[in-house]
């Protein structure tokens, strides 16, 4: 099973500071990575997909890099309404994976 | 396309958990999809259950590949997830969702939670 590991774990940032989460997978996995932003009470929502590719009606603000092994999500002047908890997942094998997620704060 | 999470919010140890994902505006016989089962126990992080084609074909998570069976009714579409056996740890957020390669619809979630 392809592991991936999410950092930080949590993060308190102001608004319209830039964020920065990475995800590293235990093997190559080319760009079959998508980062999903998840809301209290709500479903998870794709963010980006195939590691770079934007998703029609997400914010620019949202951007995605890396291939093989190492990737970020970059979210480019916090927004408010950016607290959430955002994770990482890999469609490169069976079964499929998630990283645990990292919960991001407004100071 | 929406999906709608249903089934009983509380299931017994011992018991077989059963959910039905029902799919709308959208055809659940289109190829280029996997339908989707997931979960999120307290505390941890997302768990992939397992998927399965429009022909049937599925694809479980060795971890619980045992107790798990999921199946589709294209003619209603639905696709379903049963758990056997269950304890306190299959406690969770149940999520059904469609895959052609990211998650990109998902329904609202079904708290299931396990107890007597």
């Known amino acids: 099973e392809i592991v991936l590991i999410q950092s930080p774990e949590s993060q308190s940032v102001t608004p319209k500071e830039r964020v920065t989460i990475t995800c590293r997978a235990s093997q190559s996995i080319g760009t079959s990575l998508h980062w999903y932003q998840q809301k209290p009470n709500q479903s998870p929502k794709l963010l980006i997909k195939y590691a770079s590719q934007s998703i029609s009606g997400v914010p620019s603000r949202f951007s995605g890099s890396g291939s093989g092994t190492a990737f970020t999500l970059t979210i480019n002047g916090l927004e408010a309404e950016d607290a959430a908890t955002y994770f990482c997942h890999q469609s490169s094998g069976l079964p499929r994976t998630f990283g645990l997620g990292t919960k991001v704060e407004i100071k | 396309v929406q999906l709608q999470e249903s089934g009983p919010g509380l299931v017994k140890p011992s018991q077989t958990l059963s959910l039905t994902c029902t799919v709308s505006?959208?055809?659940?016989?289109?190829?280029?999809?996997?339908w989707t089962w997931l979960r999120h126990r307290p505390g941890k992080g997302l768990e992939w259950i397992g998927y399965?084609?429009?022909?049937?074909?599925?694809y479980y998570n060795p971890a619980l590949k045992s107790r798990v069976t999921i199946s589709i009714d294209t003619s209603k579409s639905q696709f379903f997830l049963n758990v056997t056996s269950v304890t306190a740890a299959d406690t969770a957020i149940y999520y059904c969702?469609?895959?052609?390669?990211?998650?990109?619809?998902w329904g609202q979630g079904a708290l299931v939670t396990v107890s007597t």
């Open positions: 399965i084609s429009f022909r049937g074909t599925p």
């Open positions: 505006n959208d055809p659940i016989s289109d190829g280029i999809y996997y």
């Open positions: 969702a469609r895959e052609p390669g990211t998650l990109d619809s």
